[in-house]
């Protein structure tokens, strides 16, 4: 099973676009979709707004597809899992590119700025390798050094 996942709020371009990938049989595998508060309703994949049990599912995908946030990008670290991770442009200040520029520079992973360029990504997906830091145990605290200095800069 491939899982996307928007989190808690919304991000209708990504559902729309992997519906639509999902229509032209794009996917090898059935799609889940969490569409959270999102207004687009797949019609070709299987979707819950929430769902209690989103982290074992993920842990049984064979990828994620995620937005980029904080959250679903650590559990998608944390699970050794294969994903792609998808810029909400639409996000305050455009933070989540911001976010992912960094954390890439500690981890090697598949990430892309736009819900457009998803197919084309499909064949880069892989799990989150580290790119010399300590590792995945880590991550809270890369995460934590980030807010710090970002919350710093903007000031």
Request: glycine content about 8%; aromatic content about 6%.
């Amino acid at each position: 099973m491939i899982l996307l996942t928007v989190g808690t709020q919304f991000f209708d371009d990504l559902i729309g676009e992997a519906d639509r990938l999902a229509g032209e049989g794009i996917f090898t595998e059935p799609v889940l979709a969490q569409i959270g508060l999102s207004k687009t309703k797949p019609r070709h994949m299987r979707h819950v707004a929430f769902d209690p049990h989103l982290l074992d599912k993920a842990a049984k995908a064979s990828l994620i597809i995620t937005h980029a946030g904080t959250g679903s990008l650590c559990e998608c670290i944390s699970i050794g899992c294969p994903f792609i991770a998808v810029v909400n442009d639409t996000k305050a200040g455009n933070h989540q590119l911001e976010f992912l520029q960094h954390l890439s520079s500690l981890y090697d992973f598949c990430w892309i700025d736009s819900p457009r360029k998803l197919r084309e990504a499909l064949p880069h997906a892989r799990p989150a390798t580290s790119l010399g830091s300590p590792g995945v145990s880590r991550l809270a605290e890369n995460i934590a050094e980030y807010l710090a200095s970002a919350a710093t800069s903007h000031v």
